[in-house]
């Protein structure tokens, strides 16, 4: 009996699950009926003893009763009286307040009465069940529209067991093609897990947190099951937004158990996709209070990040395509400290994810897997494996043996079509204002003193917000940063739009993100850095950074005139610097123009590839790093003034 009821409770609970509205309903009928019945017939119960007639009557017949003395026995209770005859007949009527004729008439008829409380402890618990019942009813139809498409229990909050994937994985690092510098990054991960033993004893310290960064379809899961994989754990999986959509608490708790789960099996990997759904930015959201499940949702999850050692064999694997928005909180040492950019594939790239797919399916001889690669520039590794599939469908539907040249290049207009209409595709006069904008950053990244080196340069669109990119690595893992590498930072920024300004003659959109960094770093200089003569080493904006990267815009605590000079300080700083920016591309103009060719035949370039350019330039030109040589020179004309100082000083003395 027990065991039927629990599943008749588990089917309900689908059938709940997927009809809240019915859910809400049948809850609330029931309830009411429940409540009726019961006090309804409570409201009879002490009356229908043996077998005498129960009998309601309207006032004016109790009264008409008690005048003709036909009843012996009345009770009045706060709702309804009860009057019982000689033969043990009993009638009922609800109560009219305010009347009092019905005791005077009573003492008159000397019947004797006396007063009761309805009320017994199941009215009672009744009375405080109902309005509970009720809520619940409410919250349960919400939690249940609001789980709708996540497969969640409604009648289960400890349902969160159910939206945690567990599984172990067979993919291999073969199975994912055309991101090699991502596996290469992510292999340290693999060893550890395979034999922490090794790590914990020398005392090493491996990333906790990494964050694979990349557009929808670019291979994220699959890199980070392929891990999971090769390491031979298990992969514990969970989506960003299903922890948000939720009520106040519930997401929280999903993050304990996710975490307790991938404790207990470790070694073992959790795989958070979409984390921007829980980690965006505070501030970047700046609603009035924020969302509070999600802030509870991240504290939770920092909190667990913090809660063990890097000698505990769990690595969070998180994926995101727009790291940019991330709360900054998340991305401190300890946490999501690594980051690892599995992009859109390139030329070869693509060459290589087709056969990946192409493996399965019986392909024809002639079939040119670099034709296809050629029209396949900005799709994704998920776009491929689905043209190959789509490829093998078309074949099928022909009776074909194999797949022809033909199937497949039908299945890509179709992919392209359909890609079309979601604008991700990159239009020629697009794809020119990026590169000449992406090589702008890059020589500017490596003609100044104090940048970042370029590790790649890519035209490869990355969604909807980002058409292209300059990846910029630091030479070894910074914590800090000097005011000449601001400085470098500002103008490496400013060389996108310079080059857009020279060699397109107008300028884009696209620049508006790097100007809005610019604008930010040269503000942060004055005002929390002290490294202007603006505010001097007054702070004028305090640290935002409390116990968990949590707070708010603080209150301006300084004056107009200086808010006046701060802003004309970047304005002018900005200015200045977009004049030397215009000079250096101007004067290296041949260089871009070499490193647009390069990205047009090949969209990624490599940073050595960029130096390879920018070297051959200056040799041809006999120039040498504008930047770089000022300084040395300076340090020549500095020794050569010592120098003469010293002989002078020597000629004097004799
Ligand atoms: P993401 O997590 O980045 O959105 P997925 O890992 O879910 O992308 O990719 C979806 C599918 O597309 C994969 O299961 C795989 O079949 C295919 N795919 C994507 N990227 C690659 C790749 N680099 N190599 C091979 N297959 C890929
Ligand atoms: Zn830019």
Redesign the pocket.
């Known amino acids: 009996m027990q065991k039927n009821n629990k599943n008749n409770k588990n089917d309900n609970n689908n059938f709940f699950n997927q009809n809240p509205l019915i859910t809400f309903a049948i809850f609330s009928v029931v309830i009411i009926l429940l409540f009726k019945t019961l006090v309804g017939e409570n409201a009879t119960l002490n009356s229908t003893q043996g077998n005498q007639r129960v009998q309601q009557v309207s006032y004016s017949e109790l009264k008409n009763l008690v005048a003709t003395k036909s009843v012996n026995k009345v009770e009045i209770g706060q709702s309804y009286i009860k009057a019982t005859s000689a033969d043990g007949n009993t009638y009922t009527t609800r109560i009219i307040r305010g009347d009092t004729d019905l005791v005077k008439e009573l003492d008159k008829q000397g019947i004797e009465y006396t007063g009761f409380s309805e009320t017994n402890w199941f009215t009672e618990m009744f009375g405080w069940l109902f309005p509970f019942l009720l809520i619940m009813g409410i919250w349960m139809f919400f939690a249940g529209r609001m789980q709708k498409n996540m497969g969640g229990g409604i009648l289960g909050m400890g349902g969160s067991k159910k939206m945690i994937n567990s599984e172990k994985p067979k993919t291999k690092f073969d199975?994912?093609?055309?991101?090699e510098e991502a596996k290469e990054e992510v292999q340290e991960i693999v060893d550890f897990l395979k034999y922490p033993a090794r790590y914990v004893e020398i005392g090493a310290k491996i990333p906790k947190g990494v964050l694979l960064v990349?557009?929808?379809?670019?291979?994220?899961?699959?890199?980070a099951k392929a891990v999971a994989g090769e390491a031979d754990v298990p992969f514990f999986s969970v989506t960003g937004s299903s922890f948000i959509e939720m009520f106040v608490g519930v997401g929280a708790a999903r993050v304990r158990d996710l975490f307790e789960q991938a404790k207990k099996d470790a070694p073992s990997i959790i795989f958070i996709?979409e984390i921007d759904a829980i980690g965006k930015s505070r501030s970047a959201g700046a609603q009035m209070g924020g969302n509070d499940e999600r802030e509870q949702t991240l504290n939770q999850l920092l909190a667990e990040m913090d809660g063990f050692g890097t000698d505990t064999p769990v690595i969070i694997l998180a994926?995101t395509n727009r790291p940019e928005i991330l709360d900054q909180a998340l991305l401190r040492p300890g946490r999501f400290d690594r980051q690892v950019l599995?992009d859109k594939?390139d030329y070869e790239?693509r060459i290589k994810?087709l056969k990946?797919?192409m493996k399965d399916v019986k392909m024809d001889k002639d079939v040119d897997v670099e034709e296809v690669a050629r029209l396949t520039a900005g799709l994704?590794?998920?776009d491929?494996?689905n043209i190959v599939n789509e490829a093998a469908l078309l074949a099928g539907r022909k009776s074909q043996k194999t797949v022809k040249q033909q199937d497949l290049f039908e299945s890509v207009e179709r992919a392209i079509a359909g890609l079309a209409k979601k604008s991700r595709r990159i239009n020629p006069k697009e794809k020119k204002i990026v590169a000449y904008h992406e090589s702008g950053h890059a020589l500017l990244a490596e003609t100044t003193k104090g940048a970042k080196k370029v590790s790649k340069v890519s035209i490869v669109p990355r969604g909807l917000a980002a058409l292209g990119y300059t990846l910029n690595t630091p030479e070894e893992n910074k914590f800090m940063m000097q005011k000449h590498e601001l400085w470098a930072e500002v103008d490496v920024l400013l060389g996108g739009r310079a080059a857009e300004e020279i060699f397109i003659g107008e300028i884009s959109t696209g620049a508006g993100n790097d100007l809005e960094r610019a604008t930010d770093i040269i503000k942060s200089m004055v005002q929390t850095y002290g490294m202007s003569d603006v505010a001097g080493l007054m702070v004028l904006e305090k640290s935002r950074q409390s116990f968990l990267g949590v707070g708010g815009p603080a209150a301006r605590e300084y004056s107009d005139k200086m808010a006046q000079d701060m802003d004309n300080f970047i304005k002018t700083s900005l200015d200045e610097r977009y004049k030397d920016v215009l000079e250096r591309l101007n004067e290296y103009s041949d260089a871009i123009e070499n490193m647009v060719k390069l990205l047009y035949k090949k969209e990624n370039i490599s940073g050595e590839e960029v130096r390879e350019i920018i070297i051959n330039f200056e040799e041809e030109n006999n120039i040498n790093s504008k930047v770089e040589i000022i300084a040395d020179e300076i340090a020549e004309e500095l020794k050569q003034d010592a120098k003469m100082a010293d002989d002078k000083e020597k000629e004097d003395e004799q």
Do not use: M
Not at 214 to 223: A, C, E, N, Q
């Open positions: 199975d994912v093609a055309g991101v990349g557009s929808p379809g670019t291979g994220k899961t699959l890199l996709d994926a599995v594939p790239g994810i990946v797919h994704a590794g998920a491929l494996a």
